[in-house]
């Protein structure tokens, strides 16, 4: 084996692992408020409509979301690194800070309606990023659309609530 396929292969497992790591980073940091880890009294207390899924199902969900947002990105990067894909990979990056923020915003600050808001930039966040990933690359795009589908109903969940409460 030629020594730049080393060095190819080494390139590539180790994007994989920082794109990877940095999905379940900003998954930590938003688990750091939600219920479970941090005190659920409020969430527990407020109004939610009879469709809220039980709180088990939220971890499992995030798991295989972000476990497929982190090989969406590293594919995009994979092939084109990030001077040929600044647009794409700067788009993921906001989309990803939005992602930790809103939790911080629902469960730490305790508000709801500002949260509705965020997820909206949010969710218009990913549906950029999906079709600049779609343009790179088709398996990356279809990766995002489970994203796009979660993130959707947690925003009708996200108004919901605020409308309840």
Known sequence: MKTG???NTFKSVAGFIFWLGICYFTA???AQVSPGIASSIWYDSIQKPDWNPPAWV??????ILYTMMGVAVWLV????GFTKAKAALTAFLIQLFLNGLWSHIFFGLQ???WAFLEIILLLTAIIITTI?????NRVAGWLMIPYILWVSFATVLNGAIWWLN
């Open 58 to 63: 939220f971890g499992p969900v995030w798991t």
């Open 77 to 80: 990067w994979k092939n084109y």
């Open 28 to 30: 930590w940091i938003g």
């Open 5 to 7: 396929n080393h060095k």
């Open 132 to 136: 600049l990933f779609f343009e790179k």
């Open 111 to 113: 508000e709801p309606g």
